[in-house]
């Protein structure tokens, strides 16, 4: 729009024309009368006439054409009433509070660590006499993608110090942070190299490499350290490892969740054979008392019921497994395991997991291992974005996560990932996973009669085979309580993972566990078709949050592929070594390139104490004829603790199994091709019946283990 531009003769009569009309708008005013008020509405009158001769005679304004009166500013010019604002919501904007306090006042420079040698200075707002301050400082870095200063730890004292004299706000670096950077500056930051001799060298000789140095960081760190590997990566081996370097200071303490604490006890038998059977502990009831042992194995649960017992005890070395537990400093476990651990010279905390979701729940796992790190609120502050509000603080936030890294690597925590050692691990890693037994209903009348039968050296093939499978089916009923407990465990991690079983009441319940627990699930068995089989595993491969793939040993192990997992855990065995490889393998082909973790859940006195002797065999015929399955059952971790009873067992097998001379491969065939026509014979009803539906299926699909494998799978 143009604009129209007056001469000083036409603008000075615009601005009389104005006075004119205002003095006429001035009288319409309606005012009740009043004599003590005419004195001095003349005299105001009188104000507003010398008001508007002044104005005439000041030619400065009249000279500017863009001047406004005043009193014309608030009306317009054509009727004489209020003038609207150009804005849109009829507002003026208020004046900004850089403008209002000065910009100086309110600028702020934020100091956190970049690397473990430099840290950097982040400016709210540009103002050149901090930059030319930045530019005199010899370390000085530029970053043009971030526009942030950098500058080496040693220039820190006189940086801050030139900062503080100008005026800004200046956040710095807390000084407990500080020199835990300034000591690490003439130390190199790479893990030192022990001497691990005094380890025992049957767990020195299992170790790979990045477990090696998993170990030497503990050590380094005087035993007291966090060791956050992802799973599968072996911590517990490395956590035994750093204890048995300080054996001097035992008795130990190993603090779990009850759902593992019995693989502790297995892992020492079978890392650790120096140590004596009888050192080792299971304090299983809050009434029990502690003899002169070495060391002791307690659930969090017990602990708290039995606080004042272990604290009284004094243990030098400590481990707590899956500590992401302890992630209140509020919970009575926490509390119980910190009046324990006090006066503790080492403690080792173990977590794939050390914060599920938010940076304060690392808090209470670093101040079990540094009592003196940071005050709880000074951390809340600088890593959780605290913020004070009406009731309390609130540090659900994260802030400064850079800075906390590098903090937590150089004091604390070490942490690997499968995609960092890739190159060190096998292609598969397998796990035997010993169950509960106080879950395991393995007492009763029928299981006891189930078991000696099967000793029994007089059965005949056909019978011991009938024998095996109606124990089979009887355990799945008395080691389903402790099957889903390791479940429940299991789903609390949210990682993506395969469930294979047998039963259909195994099944059932694992699913029931995914639903009570939110967990989306997919499930697979002989009831699904093909077009559905379809659909679900798209949905599982595709779908973060599908969790959990629920499938059927025998109507799933072979024709589908379920790469997006990296876990696969076999709630129950099966005798056929080709469909359990086949059911691996779900994972572990092409499309997968990270390392495959395989758990297989095993419960003493029940029949997998027949049934993982009865795998070994098979696998090994097959080996000798040139069909390897590929399942090194005799590199499982499994324990060599003996045992009195006459039974053979799983903790046993292996090293009787070294003894055992195998038999020629023509026997093995007719023994094959016999219990293949008793099977049929069976399937066409000319042998007893079997009672349940479970093992009518084994019977049919047993004829002899090796039709069912996909062979192509494993050229």
Same mark, same amino acid.
């Given at each position: 729009?143009?604009?129209?531009? /007056?001469?000083?003769?036409?603008?000075?009569?615009?601005?009389?024309?104005?006075?004119?009309?205002?003095?006429?708008?001035?009288?319409?005013?309606?005012?009740?009368?009043?004599?003590?008020?005419?004195?001095?509405?003349?005299?105001?009158?009188?104000?507003?006439?010398?008001?508007?001769?002044?104005?005439?005679?000041? $030619?400065?304004?009249?000279?500017?054409? +863009?001047?406004?009166?005043?009193?014309?500013?608030?009306?317009?010019?054509?009727?004489?009433?209020?003038?609207?604002?150009?804005?849109?919501?009829?507002?003026?904007?208020?004046?900004?509070?850089?403008?209002?306090?000065?910009?100086?006042?309110?600028?702020?420079?934020?100091?956190?660590?970049?690397?473990?040698?430099?840290?950097?200075?982040?400016?709210?707002?540009?103002?050149?006499?901090?930059?030319?301050?930045?530019?005199?400082?010899?370390?000085?870095?530029?970053?043009?993608?971030?526009?942030?200063?950098?500058? !080496?730890?040693?220039?820190?004292?006189?940086?801050?110090?030139?900062?503080?004299?100008?005026?800004?706000?200046?956040?710095?670096?807390?000084?407990?942070?500080?020199?835990?950077?300034?000591?690490?500056?003439?130390?190199?930051?790479?893990?030192?190299?022990?001497?691990?001799?005094?380890?025992?060298?049957?767990?020195?000789?299992?170790?790979?490499?990045?477990?090696?140095?998993?170990?030497?960081?503990?050590?380094?760190?005087?035993?007291?350290?966090?060791?956050?590997?992802?799973?599968?990566?072996?911590?517990?081996?490395?956590?035994?490892?750093?204890?048995?370097?300080?054996?001097?200071?035992?008795?130990?303490?190993?603090?779990?969740?009850?759902?593992?604490? /019995?693989?502790?006890?297995?892992?020492?038998?079978?890392?650790?054979?120096?140590?004596?059977? !009888?050192?080792?502990?299971?304090?299983?009831?809050?009434?029990?008392?502690?003899?002169?042992?070495?060391? @002791?194995?307690?659930?969090?649960?017990?602990?708290?019921?039995?606080?004042? @017992?272990?604290?009284?005890?004094?243990?030098?070395?400590?481990?707590?497994?899956?500590? !992401?537990?302890?992630?209140?400093?509020?919970?009575?476990?926490?509390?119980?395991?910190?009046?324990?651990?006090?006066?503790?010279?080492?403690?080792?905390?173990?977590?794939?997991?050390?914060?599920?979701?938010? $940076?304060?729940?690392?808090?209470?796992?670093?101040?079990?291992?540094?009592?003196?790190?940071?005050?709880?609120?000074?951390?809340?502050?600088?890593?959780?974005?605290?913020?004070?509000?009406?009731?309390?603080?609130?540090?659900?936030?994260?802030?400064?996560?850079?800075?906390?890294?590098?903090?937590?690597?150089?004091?604390?925590?070490?942490?690997?990932?499968?995609?960092? @050692?890739?190159?060190?691990?096998?292609?598969?890693?397998?796990?035997?996973?010993?169950?509960?037994?106080?879950?395991?209903?393995?007492?009763?009348?029928?299981?006891?009669?189930?078991?000696?039968?099967?000793?029994?050296?007089?059965?005949?093939?056909?019978?011991?085979?009938?024998?095996?499978?109606?124990?089979?089916?009887?355990?799945?009923?008395?080691?389903?309580?402790?099957?889903?407990?390791?479940?429940? !465990?299991?789903?609390?991690? +949210?990682?993506?993972?395969?469930?294979?079983?047998?039963?259909?009441?195994?099944?059932?319940?694992?699913?029931?566990?995914?639903?009570?627990?939110?967990?989306?699930?997919?499930?697979?068995?002989?009831?699904?078709?093909?077009?559905?089989?379809?659909?679900?595993?798209? +949905?599982?491969?595709?779908?973060?949050?599908?969790?959990?793939?629920?499938?059927?040993?025998?109507?799933?192990?072979?024709?589908?592929?379920?790469?997006?997992?990296?876990?696969?855990?076999?709630?129950?065995?099966?005798?056929?070594?080709?469909?359990?490889?086949?059911?691996?393998?779900?994972?572990?082909?092409?499309?997968?390139?990270?390392?495959?973790?395989?758990?297989?859940?095993?419960?003493?006195?029940?029949?997998?104490?027949?049934?993982?002797?009865?795998?070994?065999?098979?696998?090994?015929?097959?080996?000798?004829?040139?069909?390897?399955?590929?399942?090194?059952?005799?590199?499982?971790?499994?324990?060599?603790?003996?045992?009195?009873?006459?039974?053979?067992?799983?903790?046993?097998?292996?090293?009787?199994?070294?003894?055992?001379?195998?038999?020629?491969?023509?026997?093995?065939? =007719?023994?094959?091709?016999?219990?293949?026509?008793?099977?049929?014979?069976?399937?066409?009803? =000319?042998?007893?019946?079997?009672?349940?539906?479970?093992?009518?299926?084994?019977?049919?699909?047993?004829?002899?283990?090796?039709?069912?494998?996909?062979?192509?799978?494993?050229?």
């Amino acid at each position: 729009m143009a604009t129209v531009e /007056y001469t000083q003769k036409e603008i000075e009569a615009k601005r009389l024309l104005a006075l004119q009309k205002r003095k006429q708008v001035i009288p319409k005013v309606q005012v009740p009368f009043d004599p003590g008020k005419i004195q001095s509405n003349v005299n105001k009158q009188t104000h507003v006439t010398n008001f508007a001769q002044n104005v005439r005679n000041l $030619p400065s304004i009249t000279k500017n054409p +863009k001047f406004i009166s005043p009193k014309r500013r608030n009306f317009n010019k054509n009727e004489g009433g209020p003038m609207r604002s150009h804005k849109k919501d009829n507002r003026y904007k208020p004046m900004e509070a850089q403008k209002f306090f000065g910009i100086n006042s309110i600028v702020t420079a934020k100091c956190y660590m970049i690397t473990n040698e430099r840290f950097a200075v982040e400016m709210s707002s540009y103002v050149p006499a901090v930059i030319e301050l930045f530019k005199t400082i010899n370390s000085k870095i530029y970053d043009i993608n971030t526009k942030i200063w950098n500058f !080496h730890l040693k220039d820190y004292d006189n940086l801050m110090g030139k900062l503080l004299k100008s005026n800004i706000c200046l956040i710095q670096i807390p000084r407990s942070l500080l020199q835990i950077f300034q000591k690490n500056l003439n130390t190199s930051n790479e893990i030192p190299f022990i001497d691990l001799s005094p380890i025992d060298p049957t767990l020195r000789n299992m170790l790979m490499p990045f477990q090696q140095e998993g170990i030497c960081y503990g050590i380094s760190k005087n035993g007291r350290c966090i060791i956050a590997d992802d799973m599968g990566l072996g911590k517990t081996i490395q956590a035994l490892g750093i204890a048995h370097y300080f054996k001097d200071d035992w008795p130990l303490l190993i603090v779990a969740p009850s759902s593992v604490r /019995y693989q502790w006890s297995e892992a020492i038998y079978s890392f650790l054979p120096s140590v004596p059977a !009888h050192y080792v502990y299971q304090f299983t009831n809050a009434k029990d008392c502690i003899s002169d042992v070495k060391i @002791v194995i307690v659930s969090y649960d017990l602990l708290v019921r039995a606080e004042q @017992v272990f604290k009284q005890h004094g243990f030098g070395f400590v481990i707590l497994d899956e500590s !992401h537990t302890l992630k209140s400093n509020k919970t009575a476990r926490f509390k119980a395991v910190q009046n324990t651990v006090s006066h503790a010279r080492r403690i080792i905390l173990l977590s794939g997991t050390p914060a599920l979701s938010r $940076p304060i729940e690392l808090y209470t796992q670093i101040n079990l291992v540094s009592p003196n790190f940071m005050k709880f609120q000074e951390y809340g502050i600088r890593y959780c974005a605290g913020e004070k509000k009406s009731f309390g603080w609130d540090f659900t936030g994260s802030s400064n996560m850079q800075e906390l890294q590098l903090l937590l690597k150089s004091t604390c925590i070490i942490r690997r990932l499968k995609s960092d @050692v890739l190159s060190q691990l096998p292609e598969k890693i397998r796990q035997m996973i010993i169950l509960d037994p106080v879950l395991i209903k393995a007492g009763t009348k029928e299981m006891e009669e189930m078991s000696s039968k099967l000793q029994r050296k007089t059965l005949s093939g056909v019978e011991r085979h009938n024998a095996l499978l109606q124990y089979y089916n009887e355990s799945s009923f008395a080691r389903l309580k402790a099957v889903c407990n390791h479940v429940t !465990h299991l789903f609390e991690k +949210k990682r993506k993972c395969l469930i294979f079983a047998h039963h259909q009441h195994v099944l059932d319940e694992i699913c029931n566990i995914a639903v009570s627990m939110n967990i989306k699930y997919i499930r697979i068995d002989g009831r699904t078709s093909s077009d559905q089989r379809k659909c679900l595993v798209n +949905k599982f491969q595709e779908e973060d949050n599908c969790l959990v793939a629920v499938l059927s040993i025998t109507a799933a192990n072979a024709g589908i592929t379920l790469t997006a997992a990296r876990l696969v855990v076999f709630a129950e065995l099966f005798w056929n070594p080709g469909v359990l490889c086949q059911a691996e393998d779900r994972v572990h082909r092409i499309g997968q390139d990270c390392s495959v973790l395989i758990q297989y859940l095993v419960a003493k006195q029940t029949v997998d104490d027949y049934l993982w002797p009865l795998i070994q065999r098979k696998t090994n015929v097959l080996s000798e004829v040139g069909l390897n399955q590929n399942i090194p059952l005799n590199e499982v971790k499994v324990t060599k603790q003996l045992t009195d009873n006459n039974q053979l067992k799983i903790d046993s097998f292996m090293e009787q199994s070294q003894r055992m001379s195998l038999e020629s491969t023509s026997e093995i065939n =007719k023994n094959d091709e016999k219990e293949h026509n008793t099977l049929q014979n069976n399937k066409e009803g =000319k042998k007893e019946q079997i009672i349940t539906e479970n093992l009518e299926e084994l019977l049919n699909l047993d004829e002899e283990d090796l039709q069912n494998c996909d062979w192509d799978d494993f050229l």
